[in-house]
């Protein structure tokens, strides 16, 4: 008998392929809207072909959501590379950084962010760390070098990773303009373009700065 030849070009292809069906199926519906004959259904092949490259559904779901970390790390390291260990602009651009992801990867996000898990694993099992020791170890390098004032590290990170996904969960989930109500025909609409507008209040908080002559007799209190 001859012997099969296997295209590993076409593997692959058919492999990218299911991989994507996959993401989109759990990004349309979450993990119960995921079958491997509806996988099959829109590659257009066997669902008993799909086990030649998968060993289950659950084996499936695994490469998806490492395809989209390993992806989602990717965005976030080139963005660090372009600002120098301690700054602000490299805690900022993994923020920006994680909406560009967000924006051109929408269902990746989705499988990563808005699937809930029965078993949802710890931030160290997952690939790339997911983002977290990335964007932990920029802020205590800025805390370090003075460029953020001293806090909890861990903090602060989760604070800023929270504003940040909050406000691609909030684009995903109705219109921008409509949830500010036009109150400021100003406000941008883009979550990117959001974020960039929100760094003052990032940055100096919300609360109203002190009165001086309020500062003055509570500093003479304090002395």
């Known amino acids: 008998m001859t012997p099969r030849i296997v295209d590993p070009d076409r593997t692959a292809e058919v492999e990218s ?11 349309e519906g979450g993990l119960g809207s995921l079958s491997m004959r509806q996988v099959a259904e829109r590659v257009g092949v066997s669902a008993t072909a799909l086990y030649h490259y998968f060993e289950n559904k659950d084996d499936l779901v695994r490469q998806v959501v490492g395809r989209a970390f390993v992806r989602f790390g990717a965005y976030l390291k080139r963005a660090a ?35 809930q898990r029965d078993d949802p694993r710890a931030l160290e099992d997952l690939p790339e760390g997911g983002g977290w020791d990335l964007l932990r170890q920029a802020v205590e390098d800025a805390i370090a070098s003075g460029a953020m004032r001293p806090v909890d590290p861990g903090l602060a990170a989760l604070y ?17 303009d409509e949830c500010s109500q036009s109150s400021a025909p100003g406000i941008p609409t883009e979550p990117l373009d959001l974020f960039r507008a929100f760094q003052p209040l990032v940055r100096d908080g919300i609360r109203a700065p002190a009165e001086p002559t309020l500062a003055a007799e509570r500093d003479g209190e304090a002395a």
């Open 160 to 176: 800023l990773w929270s504003v940040t996904h909050g406000i691609m969960t909030i684009a995903l989930a109705c219109r921008i």
């Open 17 to 27: 392929q299911v991989i994507e069906a996959a993401r989109d199926l759990l990004a």
């Open 81 to 115: 590379a372009t600002h120098p260990r301690g700054s602000l602009d490299r805690v900022r651009a993994l923020g920006e950084a994680y909406l560009q992801f967000a924006t051109e990867n929408e269902a990746y996000f989705k499988v990563l962010f808005s699937i």
